[in-house]
């Protein structure tokens, strides 16, 4: 695990007046929107071919029909209906299948950060501007894992 230097914009938020809480907004727009251009897999998972590691669709032994790689959103669907119908009755899977069918298509593939929230954005500050930094245990288009526990970063401008 590395040190990073900075502190979280979790505990930061309550110190930034408003124009530097739109200045950070804009940021991490900026930042979202360049991890974006970069050019999809040909399919929809981690990078490095490996199953996701998020919470909703992990599974303990790694259940490819679950956990994926996924060679389209088709597969992806029916990965996520068939986690679901682990805990949740034939009923409601029913109920949702046909939404999540007419729901989850024909999105464009993007490289994006799994779990972006306040505390896993880490600011250093030199005078009036920043850099920000991601951190991830999962840096995700489908999900880059840098390593199962431990916790790494994507260095943003």
Known sequence: MDFVPGTDLQELLPSLTTAEKTTFSERIKETINELRTIPPPDNLGNLNGTPYIDG??????NNRIISGPFKDQEQMNNGIL??????????????????????????????THGDLQPKNIVVERAGTDFNLLLLTGICHAGTLSFGNFAIQHCTVK
């Open 56 to 61: 909703v669709l992990s599974t303990p032994d």
């Open 82 to 111: 068939e986690r679901l119908s682990q805990t949740q009755s034939p009923h409601y899977i029913r109920l949702l299948r046909e939404m999540v069918n007419r729901t989850l298509k024909s999105h464009r593939t993007v490289f």
